[in-house]
């Protein structure tokens, strides 16, 4: 089972990114799958989760409106679109599976976490 996450970057306040996470040995049908960030100096949070079944999405209230999470079936890649960046969403962001859990917006379970690409929102 592999994660891969890419699409980082630098980029300008209001501007936007796509993040991608490919996955390798398993589908979002095996597994709910949740994108993390850890900013400078912050733990880590939860930023979107997806899954195949009810409810499909849960995001954080920092990013709702702004960030959505979808799969692409065909290519067995999650994506982490990104709009309206602030510079408060500067972190690195991260992939894991599975998500078994979620107990006060907080997602439990990971096994298996993709490399962290970094995303820096500033002028």
């Known amino acids: 089972v592999q994660l891969q996450a890419s699409g980082g970057g630098l980029v300008a306040p209001g501007g936007s990114l796509r993040l991608s996470c490919v996955l390798s040995?398993?589908?979002?049908?095996?597994?709910?799958i949740g994108w993390f960030r850890q900013g400078p100096g912050k733990e880590r949070e939860e930023v979107a989760y997806i899954s195949s079944s009810t409810p499909r999405t849960i995001y954080a209230d920092s990013v709702k409106g702004r960030f959505t999470a979808y799969m692409d079936n065909a290519d067995n890649t999650l994506y982490l679109q990104m709009n309206g960046l602030e510079p408060e969403d500067t972190a690195v962001y991260y992939c894991a599976a599975p998500i078994t859990v979620i107990v006060a917006d907080k997602f439990f379970g990971m096994k298996w976490w993709g490399k962290g690409t970094q995303v820096t929102v500033s002028s």
């Open positions: 040995g398993f589908t979002l049908n095996d597994y709910a």
